[in-house]
């Protein structure tokens, strides 16, 4: 079963609009969401992270939200640029000293940013 | 810096054989995780390592996968009597400690396994 969920394989967007990838999550003991984004033949890179105690994190173009409620995150990226384009993928960990270092990762959303 | 690195980028091997994926991590972290991506897949936990020691193995599928971290630095994954539904990218990733939650792992490019 999947615990974190992306249920967006692609999306498009112009140049300059923004990004909105979505991710939902079914345990609610994750309490540390991240995202990384992937190019081909590269490893994931990490690009943003929020803490379950927050509802929002910012960093430049990039903007991560959090309903936890609605167990619900979403990145935004504003504008978007061509090289924005890769696969995002939405991680979470767990809230417990044994094992909050391990990564359960969603299935990714692959974003292209057309010129 | 250096990155992650992980050697080699790909491995072509025939089924039943063995095979080893090494890791580099980012020069002074303790942490050491391998992970394993299928196609259409995102990355699943194999292996945490702390220091030498395997503090979390939980993931590895079965008993004929294997990692070691003899000096707290390099690892290396071992996959014995290989089959075709070991094909995946193995990534490796690095933290300076990996008991914090909010320590960011870094990733090295991965090894492309394909069994044939």
């Known amino acids: 079963d999947q615990q974190v969920k992306q249920n967006s394989p692609s999306l498009s967007v112009q140049e300059g609009r923004i990004s909105i990838l979505n991710c939902d999550y079914t345990?609610?003991?994750?309490?540390?969401f991240l995202w990384y984004k992937k190019y081909p033949a590269e490893g994931p890179t990490f690009l943003i992270s929020?803490?379950?105690?927050?509802d929002k994190n910012e960093d430049g173009r990039f903007t991560v939200f959090l309903n936890k409620s609605a167990k619900h995150l979403s990145l935004h990226i504003v504008p978007s640029q061509p090289g924005d384009s890769a696969v995002y993928f939405c991680?979470?960990?767990?809230?417990?000293?044994?094992?909050?270092?391990?990564?359960?990762f969603g299935k990714g959303t692959l974003l292209t940013v057309n010129p | 810096g250096a990155g992650v690195s992980q050697t080699p980028s790909n491995k072509v091997t025939e089924k039943g054989k063995y095979v080893e994926l090494r890791c580099d991590p980012i020069?002074?972290?303790?942490?050491l995780y391998w992970y394993r991506q299928s196609l259409g897949q995102g990355p699943e936990f194999l292996i945490y390592?702390?220091?030498?020691?395997?503090?979390?193995d939980s993931g590895l599928p079965n008993d004929r996968f294997f990692a070691v971290r003899p000096e707290g630095s390099v690892s290396t994954l071992k996959i014995q009597r290989t089959e075709r539904g070991d094909s995946a990218v193995y990534l490796c990733?690095?933290?300076?400690?990996?008991?914090?939650?909010?320590?960011?792992?870094?990733f090295g490019p991965g090894t492309r396994l394909t069994v044939l």
């Open positions: 990733a690095s933290s300076r400690q990996g008991a914090l939650s909010t320590d960011t792992q870094y």
């Open positions: 345990n609610s003991m994750f309490d540390y």
């Open positions: 929020i803490s379950s105690i927050k």
């Open positions: 991680a979470a960990r767990l809230n417990s000293g044994g094992s909050n270092y391990k990564l359960t």
């Open positions: 020069s002074g972290h303790t942490a």
């Open positions: 390592f702390q220091g030498t020691g395997a503090a979390d």
